[in-house]
């Protein structure tokens, strides 16, 4: 992996960790950020030691505290437009991994924070964090897919409660609403991550691949669509070694040892 001007990237055991690394700035999303973010998904989606991806913050006070204001102050519609662009590609790029993706949220987790946690597949977050869309307070909407992928986790109701008023909720609110999927002690954080991503790890890659795939495609779908895509990816895991090793293993009662093929 490149080095990055702000982004940290480690990879144990199968187990990628990026870290945005902008702690003096609560590790707020400028372009460059943005851009690198993009640039490092790339690698990662390509990078066959990387089983499980974890994205959390540098410092103990903020995942990510939003878009960078200081560069958006005097932007144009023209230039918030491109900023825009730049963040939907690189969140995009979050979901179309093939690697299961888990924002470990270790603190604020604001504005494009909260876009970017909403584009992994699972949230875990610290008791202490803090979550919200503050846009309108600043006299924008949420411009990083806030008003689409929150409202597809929390429906629109609580969606726009939570952009309209700008507040900030716990972590405890977050998952009670359903935008966070656990809620553990603050020095538990990364050992909980870690422990949902070695349990995924146990299972058949291909097989958790194909989940992540089928459940994104098919939320885009109407009903009778969705569930005939999942008759086809259903059937295509029946084609793999995978399939004949976790059953078989099943039936002599022992451990699989899955190949990824
Ligand atoms: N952009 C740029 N800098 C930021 C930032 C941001 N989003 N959030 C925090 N910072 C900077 C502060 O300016 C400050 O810098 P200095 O030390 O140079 O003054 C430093 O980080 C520490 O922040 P605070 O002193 O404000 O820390 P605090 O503990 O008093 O408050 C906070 C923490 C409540 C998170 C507060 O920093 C805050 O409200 N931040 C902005 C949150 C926000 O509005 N986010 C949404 C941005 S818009 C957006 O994201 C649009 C979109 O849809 C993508």
Redesign the pocket.
Known sequence: MKSYNNLLFDVTDGIGTLTINRP???N?LNSETLAEIGEALAEIKDNADVKVLVITGSGE??FV??????QMVSMNSLGAAALSEL?HNSFKTIESLPQITIAAVNG?C???GF?LANSCDIRVASSKAKFGQ??V??G?V???G?TQRLTRLVGRGKAKEIIATGAQITAQEAQSIGAVEEVVEPDQLMDKALEIAKAIMKNGPVAVRMAKYVIDKGADLDLNTAISFETQMWAQTFATKDQKEGMQAFLEKRHAKFSGE
């Open positions: 003096k700035s609560l707020a006070k903020a505290a939003g878009a960078d204001i200081s963040a604020y604001l504005g494009g876009e503050p846009e307070g600043l924008i949420p411009g990083f806030g």
